[in-house]
């Protein structure tokens, strides 16, 4: 038996055919992969209705939107280019202080809040409890209903005759009870209760599939060595997840910055616009007030902060996971 | 992949192709069918503001039309109250308006007919429009002599009170003088229960409320304040009227004269107090009265009284036309859609719609034996002329309404002056 293959020879058995390498020399051309089924006619330009469709609707659309800002228009009718004189509104007017400050309060503090209790829940159900997977669909339910309809319902349970304030009063706080949506001090922080809640389940998966990642030798090497609970988390786990944590409160911060369907629908922007964020304000001032241009215009310095937000952002979070 | 998901992946791909076009059609004619009725000329659509699922007046009337008029074909198309102006500016600017669209006078209003009749998108009407518009107010439904909008009804703004509920609590007269009211005010608050029920979070009714209140503290006095303020002459923060009308917010609350946790209620705080009878009024329009008085029992006994003047002051009320009809300028249906919009001001048209709303028509309200009807307690102020046009009708631009709203929240929850609200009401007034 020879042991390689001659082109022309017949293999004396299967075995052979199968097993001996073929000698190098004439060979058959290696077939060009055939694609399967539809895609055998596919071609790269056929993506050009979907790539034109978003940047007609996004970019083009966006532009428009963005050229509105230097106008006066109301909505309806004619307008005039009136330069930067919106912005230059936008700055003399001490309510969008105001309402810049909520912005940023509810955008930090529901990521800060949402992601340390998603954390916290996502350790807790990363292994060990046999009642995990219920528990994970359980807190992960808030992130798929709908924000206006749950906002209604927590607007019923903050009302002033509403269970919270029913239970309050059972416990003899009485004093504590109060109109919640309607308290200039605490209206902000109903409607942060309410995103937090909403938030969590978002923050736990991420932070589960980041902690699926971490082998558990890691950190049974590191109890053996005597590190306390405390410190296998903060040196150990914590790192390992670096990447989730950088996605989990980019998405929470741009998310944050523009909340809209909660606060419209807890308190509208009130009480005498105690709660009036940029996204609120840019409602009220296209279509309720009819200041179209002057809405372009702060709509156009929500979308720079949430950049601007978002590239620092990336930044730190990349400059740190380079040095692992 | 296996055989079989290939070829589920295979189906599902060309099902998706037909699903789509599918889907992309629908939309498309659902879009299409507001402009397009049939085809027939005598066939065209109406578009109005509903705040509930119960047949509206407006449909009564299109349907008392149709029956009139064999051939004809209204399709309505009630819309969302809340977001009312929002959604007829956008249609108007798409083009997809409908023929006819229920509108608002003036300019105080995002649904306001002379934004929409300066920006082109109402046609003039004639004659018969003309003729009913209440005199004094011809700015609110006229631009360039032209008029935009035919009044339909005529609104009373006052306290729409359930004497049923008074009567159990030992009130049998509605009072008259602000100390008679407090003195009630008291009664009430001692069971747990109040003389008005507000929404304080809700900007109409507070915005109504304190203009509800003007009317015997600034338009009593001053019956052209109005016009003084467009023309400069005085402005909001020198109006003492103005100052003593958010005075008497602040003193109705302090006194008890709302429910608790007014600051935070909604316009269910308003329903069920006037229907459960935790509440004897509330600053609604009179239209509203006749739809709680259906879900009240029938013991309530509603009617619309007047607010109590200041001392030496006399009584006044708010009442004007709030809803125009208007047609589309871009209408392919005009001559049917005029015929209707006159047929709606013949006495039989009014009639019917006193009957289905409740409102007063505009032009048989003055031949209307209201002594048993809710109208009974004001029919003499409206006899001798002591009302008032609602006056953010009458106000140039949508912000002062809305500094107002947002002003007498902030005096509930005490985060504003009287003073820096009226400063804030002159601030957003723009010639």
Redo the contacts between chains.
């Keep these: 038996m020879s042991t390689t293959f001659r082109a022309g020879e017949v293999a004396a058995t299967e075995t052979e055919r199968v097993v001996l390498p073929r000698r190098a020399g004439r060979r058959h051309p290696v077939p060009a992969p055939r694609r399967k089924g539809l895609l055998k006619f596919g071609y790269w330009w056929w993506a050009l209705p979907g790539i034109l469709f978003v940047v007609g609707i996004h970019y083009v659309a966006t532009s428009i939107g963005g050229f509105f800002s230097f106008t006066n228009w109301t909505g309806i009718g004619a307008f005039e280019l009136v330069g930067l004189d919106n912005f230059v509104r936008i700055f003399q007017d001490p309510t969008k202080l105001g309402a810049l400050w909520n912005t940023l309060f509810l955008a930090f503090g529901s990521v800060i809040l949402s992601n340390i209790l998603g954390l916290g829940v996502a350790l807790g159900l990363n292994r060990g409890l046999k009642s995990r997977y219920i528990l994970r669909t359980l807190f992960f339910m808030p992130v798929v209903l709908s924000p206006l309809a749950t906002s209604y319902i927590w607007k019923f349970i903050f009302d002033f005759n509403g269970p919270l304030n029913l239970i309050l009063r059972g416990l003899g706080l009485d004093t504590v009870a109060r109109a919640w949506i309607a308290d200039p001090t605490w209206a902000i922080w109903t409607i942060l209760v309410v995103l937090v809640w909403q938030n969590i389940g978002f923050a736990m998966v991420i932070y589960m599939a980041g902690l699926a990642a971490v082998p558990v030798e890691i950190e049974e090497a590191a109890a053996i060595d005597g590190a306390s609970l405390w410190q296998r988390f903060w040196h150990v786990t914590l790192p390992s997840i670096r990447p989730a944590v950088a996605i989990a409160t980019t998405l929470g911060l741009v998310n944050g910055l523009r909340v809209f369907d909660q606060i419209m629908a807890l308190t509208g922007g009130g009480p005498a616009a105690a709660t009036e964020t940029l996204a609120t304000q840019v409602y009220k001032q296209s279509f309720a007030l009819g200041n179209f241009g002057y809405g372009a215009a702060l709509a156009l310095l929500l979308t720079l902060i949430i950049l601007a937000f978002a590239v620092v952002q990336q930044r730190v979070t990349a400059g740190r996971s380079k040095e692992d | 992949m296996t055989q079989r998901r290939?070829r589920v992946t295979?189906f599902a791909?060309l099902l998706a192709l037909p699903a789509t076009a599918a889907l992309v059609l629908a939309g498309c004619s659902g879009s299409g069918s507001t402009g397009d009725a049939g085809g027939d000329a005598d066939s065209f659509t109406f578009t109005f503001a509903t705040s509930n699922n119960l047949e509206s007046p407006y449909e009564t009337l299109a349907k008392e039309y149709m029956a009139a008029n064999p051939g004809v074909t209204i399709t309505t198309n009630p819309t969302p109250n809340d977001k009312y102006?929002?959604t007829i500016?956008t249609q108007?600017?798409a083009g997809n308006a409908s023929d006819v669209v229920q509108t608002t006078p003036g300019s105080g209003d995002?649904r306001g007919l002379v934004?929409?009749a300066?920006?082109?998108?109402l046609e003039p009407l004639g004659e018969t429009a003309t003729s009913l518009v209440p005199s004094g107010s011809e700015t609110l439904f006229e631009v360039d002599g032209e008029t935009y909008g035919q009044p339909l009804d005529f609104t009373i703004g006052a306290v729409v009170a359930s004497m049923g509920t008074a009567g159990m609590n030992g009130i049998t007269t509605w009072p008259t003088t602000m100390d008679d009211f407090y003195a009630d005010c008291e009664k009430l608050a001692g069971d747990g229960k109040s003389m008005i029920a507000l929404a304080?979070?809700a900007?109409p009714n507070a915005g109504l409320t304190a203009q509800g209140i003007a009317a015997t503290r600034v338009y009593a006095e001053d019956p052209e304040f109005n016009t003084e303020r467009a023309d400069g002459s005085t402005t909001f923060a020198e109006s003492e009227g103005w100052a003593d009308t958010l005075q008497t917010i602040v003193d109705l609350k302090d006194r008890g004269c709302f429910q608790?946790?007014a600051?935070?209620?909604g316009f269910d705080a308003i329903t069920n107090g006037l229907a459960q009878g935790t509440s004897v009024g509330s600053f609604i329009p009179s239209g509203s009265a006749v739809e709680i008085a259906a879900a009240a029992p029938a013991e309530a006994d509603f009617k619309v009284q007047p607010f109590p003047a200041a001392d030496g002051g006399k009584p006044y009320v708010l009442a004007s036309s709030n809803y125009t009809i208007s047609i589309n300028a871009k209408s392919t249906k005009k001559e049917a859609a005029t015929a209707f919009v006159e047929w709606l001001a013949t006495p039989e048209a009014q009639e019917k719609y006193y009957e289905a709303s409740g409102l007063l028509p505009i032009s048989e309200y003055k031949n209307l034996d209201l002594s048993d009807t809710i109208y009974s307690e004001v029919v003499t102020d409206i006899t001798n002329g002591s009302y008032t046009t609602l006056p953010n009708n009458v106000w140039p631009?949508?912000?002062v309404y809305?500094a107002l709203q947002?002003?007498v929240?902030?005096l509930?929850?005490?985060?504003?002056s009287i003073d820096q609200v009226l400063q804030n009401m002159d601030a957003a007034w723009t010639d």
């Design positions: 290939r295979r791909g102006g929002e500016r108007f600017q995002a934004p929409l300066e920006a082109g998108f304080g979070a900007g608790q946790g600051e935070g209620g631009n949508p912000a809305e947002v002003g929240q902030g509930l929850t005490g985060q504003t």
